[in-house]
């Protein structure tokens, strides 16, 4: 085995430990990732340093976006990983397209973009991050509309994908995929393209299950990444409501929690990771960074345990996606095709 890197701290998880989930290709993605959107509310620099520290205490897969804004700041603290002794081939890198860049010549020229910030030669995983390409500001609130903002079109959507498509037979992108989509658009992109997508990024935490979403993926061999792996307790203002619910405040995961001697938060990933999800948490702070990871390699949660959460389910979506509707009116509800139908 070739020696561990420099960096790795005395306390932190051994990479080799961490288990990986295998895609259709045969490529393995660590099932514990740091995600980089930082709310609004954590400096651009803060989430470069979260990096650093995730790096050493023993992450290696890392789940960026381009309207995060940070890719160039991630990009310097890979730079480091990289130099520092951690081989390309053992990180994982994942970046996503945004909605004002579906236009097919605009595909390209984001991904590059992205390749220059983060300063990397290939992503291993690149995703369309919605399958709406209606743009909205940085910022706004959950009542800013696009003029310009329409319903999902299905041959407008495979235009970008092909381009995606692209990307992977440049050789700038190892895997591409999907993130927010809903079964009834996935039905169209999977009968359509010409490489399927890799792994769906879908939000997935206890009082958000998707059973059927979840099932519907892994019967076609599409990896579950789940974000908000814990309830999203960062998220931005804007996207809150009041009837949100609090995964880590519920008395079954807090139950759980107290009899294990760790923090709910650790519950909800121990169950994610056991339903078979990739998870993405989001923090800032070491301890919270190695519990998370830690949760990845520590004694499973039991049968009981796995029963009493499922059970907890409550439909909670907390990543609505107001402000991609496209007129005046609608409930948020007409972008997750909840009746099986893709809204017009």
Same mark, same amino acid.
């Given at each position: 085995m070739a020696p561990r890197p420099s960096p790795l701290a005395d306390d932190g998880v051994d990479p080799d430990l961490v288990p990986k989930r295998a895609l259709a290709t045969g490529a393995r993605i660590p099932v514990v990732g740091l995600g980089t959107f930082g709310s609004d509310s954590v400096s651009h620099d803060a989430v470069a340093e979260a990096v650093l520290e995730a790096a050493r205490l023993g992450y290696r897969h890392f789940d960026c976006a381009s309207v995060y804004g940070n890719e160039a700041h991630v990009g #310097?603290?890979?730079? *480091?990983?990289?130099?520092?002794?951690?081989?390309?081939?053992?990180?994982?890198?994942?970046? &996503?397209?945004?909605? %004002? &860049?579906? $236009?097919?010549?605009?595909?390209?020229?984001?991904?590059?973009?992205?390749?220059? %910030?983060?300063? =990397?030669?290939?992503?291993?995983?690149?995703?369309?991050?919605?399958?709406?390409?209606?743009?909205?500001? /940085? $910022?706004?609130?959950? *009542?800013?509309?696009? /003029?310009? !903002?329409?319903?999902?079109?299905?041959?407008?959507?495979? #235009? *970008?994908?092909?381009?995606?498509?692209? +990307?992977?037979?440049?050789?700038?992108?190892?895997?591409?995929?999907?993130?927010?989509?809903? @079964? /009834? &658009? =996935? %039905? +169209?992109l999977l009968r359509d393209a010409a490489i399927p997508p890799a792994a769906n990024e879908m939000e997935l935490h206890p009082h958000f299950q998707q059973p059927e979403l979840l099932r519907y993926v892994v019967d076609h061999g599409v990896a579950p990444i789940g974000y908000s792996p814990i309830g999203s307790p960062g998220r931005p203002e804007r996207d809150r409501t009041p009837d949100d619910t609090v995964d880590t405040e519920?008395?079954?995961?807090?139950?759980?929690? #107290?009899? +294990?001697? @760790?923090?709910?938060?650790?519950?909800?990933?121990?169950? $994610?990771?056991? #339903?078979?999800?990739?998870?993405?948490?989001?923090?800032? &702070? /070491?301890?919270?960074? =190695?519990?998370?990871?830690?949760? !990845? @390699? *520590?004694?499973? =949660?039991?049968?009981?345990d796995m029963e009493a959460i499922a059970g907890v389910d409550r439909g909670c979506r907390l990543i609505k996606g107001q402000v991609f509707l496209w007129r005046d009116g609608q409930s948020w509800r007409d972008l997750w095709d909840e009746d099986g139908r893709i809204a017009r």
């Amino acid at each position: 085995m070739a020696p561990r890197p420099s960096p790795l701290a005395d306390d932190g998880v051994d990479p080799d430990l961490v288990p990986k989930r295998a895609l259709a290709t045969g490529a393995r993605i660590p099932v514990v990732g740091l995600g980089t959107f930082g709310s609004d509310s954590v400096s651009h620099d803060a989430v470069a340093e979260a990096v650093l520290e995730a790096a050493r205490l023993g992450y290696r897969h890392f789940d960026c976006a381009s309207v995060y804004g940070n890719e160039a700041h991630v990009g #310097r603290s890979l730079r *480091t990983i990289l130099r520092s002794g951690v081989r390309r081939e053992d990180l994982w890198v994942t970046s &996503k397209l945004w909605n %004002d &860049k579906h $236009g097919e010549r605009d595909v390209l020229l984001s991904c590059e973009r992205s390749l220059r %910030d983060l300063q =990397l030669d290939h992503l291993d995983l690149y995703l369309v991050h919605w399958p709406f390409p209606n743009y909205h500001p /940085p $910022g706004c609130d959950v *009542t800013s509309r696009s /003029p310009d !903002a329409r319903p999902y079109a299905h041959e407008s959507y495979m #235009r *970008t994908w092909r381009q995606m498509e692209r +990307l992977v037979e440049r050789g700038l992108v190892l895997h591409i995929g999907t993130s927010n989509m809903t @079964v /009834p &658009k =996935l %039905d +169209l992109l999977l009968r359509d393209a010409a490489i399927p997508p890799a792994a769906n990024e879908m939000e997935l935490h206890p009082h958000f299950q998707q059973p059927e979403l979840l099932r519907y993926v892994v019967d076609h061999g599409v990896a579950p990444i789940g974000y908000s792996p814990i309830g999203s307790p960062g998220r931005p203002e804007r996207d809150r409501t009041p009837d949100d619910t609090v995964d880590t405040e519920d008395p079954a995961i807090v139950a759980i929690a #107290r009899r +294990l001697g @760790v923090h709910p938060a650790v519950v909800c990933l121990k169950w $994610g990771l056991q #339903r078979g999800h990739v998870v993405i948490p989001f923090s800032v &702070k /070491p301890a919270n960074l =190695l519990a998370n990871l830690r949760a !990845a @390699v *520590t004694p499973p =949660l039991t049968d009981p345990d796995m029963e009493a959460i499922a059970g907890v389910d409550r439909g909670c979506r907390l990543i609505k996606g107001q402000v991609f509707l496209w007129r005046d009116g609608q409930s948020w509800r007409d972008l997750w095709d909840e009746d099986g139908r893709i809204a017009r």
